[in-house]
């Protein structure tokens, strides 16, 4: 039973940085394409950021772009979510998620319980 743990999530300022986590746990992910997504009060779970399988090709929402960093590493947790000037439309629960293919990712093998990010104006 593989487990995706989401952590690093809390109350910042606007402006403000955190750094998201997702461990994954029963088995290594290190295959995998990873990614995460976020869903806000009301509304619709939404893309984020995702990461190829070997971390050389990443893609990110306009709305992130610039600001948020999606990065892996295959030797402790499997991703990470670097987010800086953080604005308070950015508050919501992120998940992040794995997918085994190789392309044309459909994020349907692996979730996270989500961590709540919230961002005071």
């Known amino acids: 039973q593989v487990q995706l743990v989401e952590s690093g999530g809390g109350l910042v300022q606007a402006g403000g940085s955190l750094r998201l986590s997702c461990a994954a746990f029963?088995?290594?992910?290190?295959?995998?394409?990873m990614a995460w997504f976020r869903q806000a009060p009301g509304k619709e779970r939404e893309f984020v950021a995702a990461?190829?399988?070997?971390?050389?090709?990443?893609y990110y929402a306009d709305s992130v772009k610039g600001r948020f960093t999606i990065s892996r590493d295959k030797a402790k947790n499997p991703v990470y979510l670097q987010m800086n000037s953080l604005k308070p439309e950015d508050t919501a629960v992120y998940y992040c998620?794995?997918?085994?293919?190789?392309?044309?990712?459909?994020?349907?093998?692996?979730w996270g319980q989500g961590t709540q990010v919230t961002v005071s104006s």
């Open positions: 029963g088995r290594t992910l290190s295959s995998y394409a």
């Open positions: 990461i190829n399988w070997s971390g050389g090709t990443t």
């Open positions: 998620a794995a997918d085994s293919r190789r392309t044309d990712w459909v994020w349907r093998d692996y």
